[in-house]
C-alpha cells in the first residue's frame, strides 16, 4: 500500500522552506505551528535584551528634577536659605558643661517627622532641618510636575559641606584660647527608619516600639539597651554606641577630625592653629547619594504638592562633634553645615 501524502498551499510551502508531500516534512510542520501557533508559545525576549532595552529608554527618555533645600550662604535671594549652626545636646558630658556635645541632623521629606520636630521643641533650637527632595506638583510646565500618578526615581544625592568656624581672639583668656583651637572630632550617621511602607509627613515618627525615633532610640549601649540622643550620656557615649539596627537601616557611619584655621593676639605675638605637617583642615565636603527604588513609585492623587506614598524617602543625617583633648568640658560648637541636593525622575 502506498504512504499517505499531504498537500499544502503554497503559501504554507513558502513559508516552512519544504515541499511536505510525505510524513516526514508534514511533522515538521505541524511541530512548528505548536511552537509558534496560536496555542504555542509565545516569543519571550531574553534578560540581557531587557536590560539593554532598559538602558535605553533611561538614556534617551526625559528627565526630571527635584530640587532639595538650598542651605548654603548664597546672594540672599530666593532659594538660598543660609547654613545651619551646630547646636550643644543636653545631657552629653559633665554637669555643668552643656556643649561638650554639638549637632546637626538633616531630614530628606518635605516637613519634619514628629519625633524630629519634637527634638526642636525640647530644645527651644533647630536641630533638625528639613530637606524635602521628593516633593512633585501635579500638573505641567515646571520642573518639577508629574502628569500620571507613577514615576520611577533615577538618583537621589545630598551634598554636605562641614566648616569649622574661623576664630580670631585678642587677648582673650587662656582657657577660651583653649577651647577655640582643640581640633574636633565628628561622628556622621545616615540612617533611614524600617518600615514596610513609607508614609505622609509625620507618619513615620511615633515613638512606638515598631518604629525608629532618633531622641528615644538611636544607639544600643554596653548593655544592650536602646538609648536615644537627648538621653543622658557621656561625650563619648555618643561616638561608641552601636546604631539600633532592629529600628534602623544604616546607610553610613563615618568618623573625621577637623582642625580649626584660627588666628590670635596674645601680647603681640601670632600664633595660628594647624592640623597634622602645619596644614588645618577645617572644612570637608562629600557628595552621598540616598537609596532609591528599583521599581517605579506611586505619588498622592488628591493633593497638589505630592510626596510618594509606597516608599520610605525619609532619611536622617546626624552629624555629631566633640572637641579631642578634653573630658568633656571644652565647647563644641563653632561649626555649620551647608548643604543642598536633588533627585532625578522620569514620570510616566
Known sequence: MPRRTFALSKSTRARLGVLPTKYGPMRKYRKQRSKFGKKGKKYQPTLSFQKQMKLYENQHVEKKFIPM???????????????????????????GADDGLS???????????????????????????????????????????????????????????????????????????????????????????????????????????????????????????????????????????????????????????????????????VNTASGPNGIAKSQRFKKYYLPVPKNKIKYDTEHTRIQPLDFNYVVHTVILCKSMGGSGNPSSLGWNVQSNGGTSYTDF
Not at 533645600?69 to 552629653?92: K, L, M, Q
Not at 514628629?114 to 501635579?138: I, K, P, Q, S
Not at 525615633?213 to 550620656?233: H, S, Y
Open 69 to 95: 533645600r538650598n542651605r548654603t550662604n548664597g546672594p540672599g535671594a530666593a532659594g538660598y536659605e543660609f547654613d545651619c549652626p551646630a547646636v550643644a545636646i543636653p545631657n552629653a558630658g559633665l554637669t
Open 103 to 269: 549637632g546637626i541632623i538633616l531630614q530628606t521629606g518635605e516637613t519634619l517627622t514628629n519625633a524630629n520636630a519634637a527634638m526642636n521643641t525640647t530644645l527651644g533650637e533647630d536641630l533638625c532641618y528639613e530637606m524635602a527632595g521628593y516633593t512633585v506638583t501635579r500638573g505641567t510646565g515646571a520642573v518639577s510636575d508629574i502628569v500620571g500618578n507613577y514615576v520611577n526615581l533615577s538618583s537621589s544625592f545630598i551634598n554636605i559641606n562641614i566648616n569649622v568656624d574661623p576664630y580670631q581672639s585678642n587677648n582673650q583668656a587662656n582657657a577660651d584660647l583653649l577651647a577655640a583651637s582643640l581640633p574636633r572630632q565628628f561622628r556622621l550617621i545616615m540612617v533611614k527608619g524600617k518600615r514596610n511602607n513609607s508614609v505622609a509627613g509625620g507618619a513615620s515618627t511615633d515613638q512606638g516600639s515598631l518604629t525608629g525615633a532618633i531622641q528615644t532610640n538611636l544607639f544600643i549601649d554596653e548593655i544592650n539597651q536602646e538609648k536615644g540622643l537627648l538621653d543622658p550620656m557621656s561625650v563619648q557615649d555618643a561616638f561608641t554606641w552601636l546604631i539600633n539596627k532592629q529600628k534602623f537601616q544604616v546607610l553610613k557611619d563615618e568618623r573625621f577630625t577637623l582642625y580649626p584655621n584660627q588666628q590670635y593676639t596674645k601680647t603681640d605675638a
